[in-house]
């Protein structure tokens, strides 16, 4: 079974800066999707980003980049710019493809918590 | 938009009662899931549905049960509450395809006391 590892169970950051958030996951399938949700304090959860494993480039959407290492099997999360509204727990997440057959079920770490300092 | 929409918000049961947890989604979306989240943690799969009819185990499945009758609608029942089941409980939907994102709702924070 696949699993999700994220290592920092709190982080913070000042306003303005950077911050990576760690995620390293378990896995013998080649064909997967990686995830990263933002859960606030409404506990909605909210996508970040999406990497694809069959994609070498790297996911940017505005300031948030992932750093993704297929071999390493790893994906970390780079927040630029740091805003007080990026303040919420981040879960990383793992999906397997249907090209593997699976269930296409979506795994989850248990979470970093992000404090943003003004 | 709806979306995915969970009823109820709130709930507190006493050890041993029963309640169903109900969701629905109105984007058609072929998959349907049920997490639970307990503080502090992530969120853990206890079942979910690939379409009208089909159902299967998550991670924690134990003391609950689910049915698909409709595409829209993913109810939770959840049998003879212990206090271990304490916690927030999340549906969600997305269409078919590994890299669509899940749509969530908002939500139901149960106590079992």
């Given at each position: 079974?696949?699993?999700?590892?994220?290592?920092?169970?709190?982080?913070?950051?000042?306003?303005?800066?950077?911050?990576?958030?760690?995620?390293?996951y378990?896995?013998?399938?080649?064909?997967?999707?990686?995830?990263?949700?933002?859960?606030?304090?409404?506990?909605?959860?909210?996508?970040?980003?999406?990497?694809?494993?069959?994609?070498?480039q790297?996911?940017?959407?505005n300031?948030?980049?992932?750093?993704?290492?297929?071999?390493?099997?790893?994906?970390?999360?780079?927040?630029?710019?740091?805003?007080?509204?990026?303040?919420?727990?981040?879960?990383?997440?793992?999906?397997?493809?249907?090209?593997?057959?699976?269930?296409?079920?979506?795994?989850?770490?248990?979470?970093?918590?992000?404090?943003?300092n003004? | 938009?709806?979306?995915?929409?969970?009823?109820?918000?709130?709930?507190i049961?006493?050890?041993?009662?029963s309640?169903?947890?109900?969701?629905t989604?109105?984007?058609?979306?072929?998959?349907?899931?049920?997490?639970?989240?307990?503080?502090?943690?992530?969120?853990?799969?206890?079942?979910?549905?690939?379409?009208?009819?089909?159902?299967?185990?998550?991670?924690?499945?134990?003391?609950?049960?689910?049915?698909?009758?409709?595409?829209?609608?993913?109810?939770?029942?959840?049998?003879?509450?212990?206090?271990?089941?304490?916690?927030?409980?999340?549906?969600?939907?997305?269409?078919?395809?590994?890299?669509?994102?899940?749509?969530?709702?908002?939500?139901?924070?149960?106590?079992?006391?």
């Amino acid at each position: 079974a696949q699993t999700v590892t994220q290592s920092q169970p709190e982080m913070s950051v000042q306003e303005a800066e950077t911050v990576t958030l760690s995620c390293t996951y378990d896995t013998s399938e080649s064909d997967y999707y990686l995830f990263w949700y933002k859960q606030p304090p409404s506990r909605q959860m909210i996508l970040v980003i999406r990497q694809e494993a069959y994609k070498q480039q790297n996911a940017t959407e505005n300031r948030f980049s992932v750093n993704f290492q297929k071999a390493a099997k790893s994906f970390s999360l780079k927040i630029s710019d740091s805003q007080l509204g990026d303040a919420a727990m981040y879960f990383c997440a793992y999906r397997t493809s249907s090209t593997q057959g699976g269930s296409e079920k979506l795994v989850f770490g248990k979470g970093t918590k992000l404090t943003v300092n003004p | 938009n709806a979306g995915v929409t969970q009823t109820p918000k709130f709930r507190i049961l006493k050890i041993g009662q029963s309640m169903t947890l109900q969701c629905t989604q109105d984007m058609n979306h072929n998959y349907m899931y049920w997490y639970r989240q307990d503080p502090g943690m992530g969120l853990k799969l206890i079942y979910y549905s690939v379409g009208a009819g089909i159902t299967d185990k998550g991670e924690v499945p134990n003391g609950y049960n689910v049915s698909r009758s409709t595409t829209e609608d993913f109810p939770l029942r959840l049998e003879l509450a212990a206090p271990s089941q304490t916690s927030v409980y999340f549906c969600a939907s997305s269409p078919p395809g590994s890299n669509e994102k899940l749509f969530f709702g908002s939500g139901t924070q149960l106590s079992v006391l």
